[in-house]
């Protein structure tokens, strides 16, 4: 296949994309998907505070 | 004198494009440019943008010319890997880790990996000994990324590797005091982008200079004989094979490198990477993640895809189109085929052939006759063909990108492709010593101290040490088969380590701080005691088996296969084991803290 005569290394090939599809695919899928609620936002802004900290000391 | 041996437009057009980087890097310095300041803001950021800037982190000189040579020097069976990078370090990492890991950091307040894992197990040790291997041992991968990025500068310009060691420092200090290490998405975006395009045009061009995918994979493939006896004999059967799979002979070693060392020391242990979960917390939502999937799965594919694909078919472009060798036959390897192994001669100033001493080479002859020559009483054809990828890097796997792309591409493109590496090890760099600098201050000092928010000249003084330390073993280690080597010693060592304890902090609730403690402590140790004794490869390096067997590079010497297998393979299934059995008769934690870090899930 595809000029690949050891079918373990076709196999990888094929894979390669494959999975690279599955990923296209759950991402146009899932696009916007998973928004955050309102207290779980707070809570990130919370987290986001505290880590500017962090950013700083570098 | 580095003008002169690089040429003016390369240094104006590298100059442009550091000022740019840095122009952006300044942005986010002066101004609100990093996914934390978006987050603060609570403003949408193109997930294009997210992407690249994650893809960026990711993926490193170390992918491209460390990997990219070992697939030139083992063929396409590596492929294996970026199928598992795209698998596992983009699918299961983004879909079923990275909104877990989001999620517990937030809920912990966490803002580093060690105190992701010291906050769910309720263990400062965890946090400081999680801390202090990622500050001991990331300098290691640091320096993998700087080694492949210094032997491209030094192939493509003809310059020493020191003075483009020197150069790659002085640029990476440069980026770290201008706030590079803050992550600002829009230079990481920018980086990322040019690595696209850089890889896409070769795949483009390589795929073209062979003669198509199937033409070229096909005659890729009919170059087995070419192969060195001595990779044979360790089960090499091609660039388009896969070696044989088996135990108790060597020529089942070469399965055992590409397989458990490359593809799963790297592929799997891409889940545990501490820079790569805290990339995961800065995201605005788990709507980014799922965004980032698609364009995360297309990246991987061109970055470690292409540099593997390029990398074994470069063996054919040097065999067809290569510099051409002159020798006369010694060995005939396939007749029908045309290939041989020469002794490798030149003609000297009277015009006569004479053997280069101890130079042969397996060449696909190309059918001329360029001259004749005496060899005891007989005459004898010199003849001309191209080899191998290895022999063209003088046997330094790491030097065959480079080469490759020196010899095959046009100069306009060595400069993309200058930019395409400098991209990638800018960002990963980036990453990396930010990790170094919040393990050492905020994970190891603070914890020990008790000083909260104290921890910033310790911070700062680490990611010193850590560059100086990366710079160093850049300098004395420049072996080039080193890269993978490094890579994967890391990559293995954080999965051996960490992952049983975080894959049980996200998932498992019965999963219990002396369990986690004990996990990682074993994981690491297993991997320590197999790299300092058992597999040859480091062991022989560092040498201290040498001086408790008297000469030996593994206390398994002379057992085949033994001293080929990578440590992940023992010490993450012993991990695992330890984390279940200690889980079963040690105490749970409280359902108190258990409530506040699964807040909202399941």
């Not at chain 2, 950021?45 to 030139?72: K, N, R």
């Not at chain 2, 033409?215 to 059967?237: C, D």
């Not at chain 2, 796997?397 to 095959?408: C, D, F, M, N, R």
């Amino acid at each position: 296949m595809l000029g690949i005569e050891d079918k373990w290394v076709a196999a990888a090939y094929i894979l390669c994309i494959a999975s690279t599809v599955l990923c296209v695919v759950y991402g146009l899928a899932t696009w916007n998907r998973g928004q955050e609620k309102d207290e779980q936002v707070a809570e990130d802004i919370r987290w986001a505070e505290e880590e500017k900290k962090v950013e700083k000391e570098l | 004198m580095l003008a002169e041996a690089v040429g003016l437009p390369e240094i104006l057009v590298v100059l442009a494009y550091l000022m740019v980087v840095f122009y952006l890097g300044w942005l986010g310095y002066m101004h609100t440019r990093t996914a934390t300041d978006y987050m603060i803001a609570g403003r949408k950021i193109h997930p294009f943008v997210m992407a690249l800037s994650y893809g960026a982190t990711f993926i490193s000189t170390s992918a491209i010319v460390g990997f990219g040579g070992a697939a030139g020097l083992f063929g396409m069976s590596l492929l294996w890997l970026t199928f598992c990078n795209i698998f596992v370090g983009i699918f299961i990492a983004f879909v079923f880790l990275a909104p877990r890991a989001r999620m517990l950091g937030h809920h912990l307040d966490a803002h580093t990996f060690p105190e992701m894992l010291g906050r769910r197990y309720q263990s400062k040790f965890l946090q400081v000994f999680a801390g202090l291997v990622i500050f001991l041992f990331i300098p290691l991968y640091a320096a993998a990324v700087m080694i492949g990025g210094c032997l491209f500068v030094a192939t493509q310009f003809g310059i020493q590797y020191e003075t483009s060691l020197l150069v790659l420092s002085i640029i990476i200090a440069a980026y770290v005091v201008m706030g590079g290490l803050k992550g600002v998405m829009y230079s990481d975006a920018l980086q990322g982008s040019i690595m696209f395009i850089g890889m896409l045009a070769l795949l483009i061009f390589t795929y073209m200079k062979v003669g198509g995918i199937t033409a070229g994979h096909e005659r890729l493939g009919e170059l087995a004989a070419l192969v060195p006896a001595k990779l044979q004999a360790i089960g090499h059967r091609g660039f388009t094979a896969m070696p044989p799979f088996g135990w108790g002979d060597i020529k089942y070693n070469m399965w055992w490198l590409v397989i458990p060392t490359i593809t799963l020391g790297v592929g799997i242990g891409v889940l545990a990477q501490p820079q790569l979960v805290v990339r995961f917390m800065t995201v605005k939502s788990t709507r980014e993640l799922n965004r980032a999937v698609l364009v995360g799965g297309v990246f991987i594919l061109i970055m470690t895809g292409v540099a593997f694909t390029v990398g074994a078919l470069s063996n054919l472009f040097f065999a067809e189109h290569g510099p051409r060798m002159t020798g006369r036959v010694i060995k005939t390897l396939d007749e029908e085929k045309g290939q041989a192994v020469i002794q490798i001669m030149k003609m000297d100033d009277s015009g006569k052939w004479a053997d280069v001493e101890d130079k042969k080479a397996p060449v696909l002859l190309d059918g001329e006759v360029v001259g004749s020559v005496t060899v005891d009483g007989e005459a004898v054809e010199v003849v001309q063909g191209g080899s191998i990828s290895i022999v063209y890097a003088g046997g330094d796997s790491g030097k065959i990108i480079p080469e490759y792309i020196t010899t095959a591409m046009p100069k306009w493109f060595g400069l993309l492709f200058l930019l395409t590496l400098l991209s990638a090890a800018m960002s990963t760099l980036s990453s990396q010593f930010h990790t170094v600098g919040t393990s050492i201050g905020r994970d190891v000092f603070e914890q020990i101290t008790g000083q909260k928010g104290k921890g910033i000249a310790v911070t700062r003084m680490g990611i010193i040490v850590g560059i100086v330390i990366a710079v160093l073993w850049s300098y004395f280690w420049r072996e080039s088969t080193v890269i993978p080597r490094a890579t994967a010693i890391f990559f293995g060592l954080c999965a051996s380590a960490f992952l049983p304890s975080f894959v049980g902090a996200l998932y498992c609730k019965w999963m219990t701080r002396a369990a986690a403690i004990w996990s990682t402590v074993i994981g690491f140790a297993v991997t320590s005691f197999w790299l300092l004794l058992v597999k040859s490869a480091e062991a022989g390096d560092i040498g201290l088996v040498q001086k408790l067997t008297g000469g030996k590079t593994s206390i398994l010497a002379g057992k085949p296969n033994w001293d080929w297998v990578d440590p992940i393979v023992v010490a993450l299934p012993i991990s695992i084991i330890v984390a279940i059995v200690v889980s079963m008769f040690t105490k749970r934690p409280s359902d108190e803290h258990l409530a506040k870090c699964f807040k909202g899930s399941k």
